[in-house]
C-alpha cells in the first residue's frame, strides 16, 4: 500500500513540476521537440505496420493462385 502511496505521490509531483515547467520557453521548446518526436515515431509504427500488412496479403493472394492451379490440375 506504502508503495502505491509513494507512486501516487510522485506521479502527482511529476506532473506540477512538468506543468512549470512548460510555462518556460525551454519547457515549451523541450515538450514541443518530444511531441515532434513522438509523431515522427508513430508514422515510422504506422508506415512499418501498413508495409508488412501488403506483404502478408501478397503472400496470401499468391498462395491462393497455387491452390486455385493445383486444384485445377487435379480435376
Known sequence: MKNVLLLIVGAAVGFVAAHQ????????????????????FGSAVVDGYKAREAELREAVANAEEVINDLTNRTK
Open 21 to 40: 515547467f512548460s510555462k518556460t520557453p525551454q519547457g515549451q521548446e523541450f515538450f514541443a521537440d518530444v511531441d515532434a518526436k513522438a509523431k515522427d
